[in-house]
């Protein structure tokens, strides 16, 4: 679904991505762990370009994600991301934040559709709603996903009322309501009280179950282990080593994971 | 003081018996339509301005489009605005041939010179939101418009409604100038009644407590205003 070819990421002459290659499957749970500032969250944000890469390739569905031509506003919303420090839109209700942009979205796919039929053009007729249709389409969507992760009374409030734990699930099922292809998790339960990493991951095992494709940056290895399908450790901008939870914790090879691992573990 | 009695009642007799508040409530109307209409177009282009000048600048349109807004601030920040009415309303219009009042010149030279400043307000509104905001949107596949519109913008007016007061008063006060291009402001109208009577001590006091009573019902409004959105932020 993604393959990364040979991706170079430079800051100036701090070269933090060093020609890395990485290709994420339908369906995949890739954990990408490895010391601080060893670039793991750059490439993390390489993927959906919110880092431009200075090198190299991403491809997302055969696009090549790189190119600077591509309209990269049409393809991350099939690649969902949730931060560190959540990022709610916090002059939104938490109904607003996850109805936005599925509303912008599709009024813009309908008015494309209104324009193409104008002009006699082939046109998805579905995408063709009135303004009312759209916004009920998305609340309905949204109040399904709240009740999921168990937070529907906190449809009308504010983010900057909620626990940490709460704005991450919230930034979860909002990136859900795009419908995407992927998710990306760059560090979800780092900026967490201790007590509430575990109702994140939860919603986190969750969506694996059900087959969701994701990339999670993290330093929770329990989750890493249970739930990756694999463990990709990375170090100076280079991937060391790759592979199944327990090839990578029971037994490493490359000497810097294995005293990455003692130090954490 | 027997004196100033007798100034006093030259004035009122002015006022009223020669229906001299008539222009002073013309020059009242004035001076409010030019800063508000004024200070509606600088809001406007300043906002504009400062999303172009926050535009990440590795394509050429908003390099392109970013001189041009730096040309424009140093214009109308370098420029006296008595000089930018002048030129615009002496210069530019005939130029042009194009036939408007003085009054809607002022409005216009206004709210560009406005823009100017207020663009620079709003930048640093915008700067102050916390850069996450955007990544949020961008994220979730909303262009770099349509997330400042709809996400950063709000939050930035909600910063900066106290400077932008400030700025709507000081708006109100410079409004003073437009008699130079022939306009009724409150400005004029004083001074209509003091060459009337050859007294002046008397009007100029009274457009002096106006200007006053003025800025102190806007400072209200601005309390209240600011009140009002803290209260959102706090009790939701």
């Known amino acids: 679904m993604i393959r990364v070819c040979n991706l170079v990421k430079a800051f100036g002459d701090n070269v933090v991505l060093d020609g890395v290659d990485l290709h994420i499957k339908q369906g995949e749970i890739v954990v990408i762990l490895g010391p601080s500032g060893s670039g793991k969250s750059t490439l993390l944000r390489c993927l959906n370009c919110m880092e431009d890469p200075s090198g190299g390739n991403i491809f997302f569905h055969g696009v090549d994600l790189a190119d600077m031509k591509v309209d990269i506003n049409l393809h991350r919303?099939?690649?969902?991301?949730?931060?560190?420090?959540?990022?709610?839109?916090?002059?939104?209700?938490?109904?607003?934040?996850?109805?936005?942009?599925?509303?912008?979205?599709?009024?813009?796919?309908?008015?494309?559709?209104?324009?193409r039929k104008f002009f006699g053009k082939d046109y998805v007729a579905e995408d063709i709603k009135t303004a009312k249709q759209i916004k009920e389409e998305a609340k309905e969507k949204a109040t399904e996903l709240l009740g999921r992760v168990g937070l529907l009374e906190k449809a009308d409030v504010y983010p900057s009322t909620l626990s940490g734990g709460q704005k991450q699930r919230v930034a979860i099922?909002?990136?859900?309501?795009?419908?995407?292809?992927?998710?990306?998790?760059?560090?979800?339960?780092?900026?967490?009280?201790?007590?509430?990493?575990?109702?994140?991951?939860d919603v986190m095992k969750s969506l694996a179950l059900e087959g969701m494709t994701m990339a999670v940056v993290t330093h929770e290895m329990g989750f890493a282990r249970e739930v990756a399908t694999r463990v990709v450790f990375i170090d100076e901008g280079k991937i060391l080593e790759s592979g199944t939870p327990s090839e990578i914790f029971d037994n490493p090879k490359h000497p810097r994971l294995k005293q990455f691992l003692d130090k954490i573990l | 003081m027997g004196n100033f009695d007798r100034?006093?009642?030259?004035?009122?007799?002015?006022?009223?018996?020669?229906?001299?508040?008539?222009?002073?409530?013309?020059?009242l109307k004035n001076t409010v339509i030019i800063a508000c209409v004024g200070l509606l177009i600088g809001i406007l282009i300043g906002t504009v301005i400062a999303a172009v000048r926050v535009m990440p600048k590795y394509k050429l349109l908003p390099r392109v489009l970013n001189s041009i807004c730096s040309v424009y601030v140093s214009f109308f920040r370098g420029t006296p605005i008595v000089v930018q009415l002048l030129l615009f309303y002496y210069v530019l219009f005939p130029l042009l041939g194009v036939n408007i009042t003085s009054v809607n010149v002022s409005i216009l030279v206004f709210g560009l010179n406005s823009g100017a400043y207020i663009s620079e307000i709003m930048r640093g509104g915008i700067l102050s939101v916390d850069s996450g905001q955007m990544e949020g949107g961008r994220a979730m596949g909303l262009s770099f418009t349509a997330t400042m519109m709809k996400i950063v913008i709000p939050q930035a007016i909600k910063n900066i409604i106290p400077t932008l007061g400030n700025e709507f008063i000081a708006l109100i006060k410079e409004t003073s100038v437009v008699s130079f291009v022939g306009a009724t402001d409150l400005y004029k109208a004083f001074n209509t009644a003091g060459t009337n009577s050859y007294e002046f001590m008397v009007p100029y006091l009274a457009m002096a407590i106006i200007y006053i009573l003025m800025v102190m019902i806007i400072s209200l409004f601005i309390k209240i205003i600011e009140r009002r959105l803290r209260k959102s932020d706090k009790s939701m």
């Open chain 1, 173 to 201: 099922v909002r990136s859900l309501c795009m419908n995407p292809d992927v998710i990306l998790f760059d560090e979800p339960t780092s900026a967490l009280d201790p007590e509430m990493v575990g109702e994140v991951l």
């Open chain 2, 7 to 27: 100034k006093i009642e030259v004035f009122l007799d002015y006022m009223i018996d020669a229906e001299g508040y008539n222009m002073v409530l013309l020059g």
């Open chain 1, 77 to 115: 919303q099939k690649i969902g991301m949730v931060f560190q420090h959540f990022n709610l839109f916090n002059n939104k209700t938490v109904m607003d934040n996850m109805t936005l942009a599925p509303v912008y979205v599709a009024k813009k796919n309908c008015r494309k559709a209104r324009v």
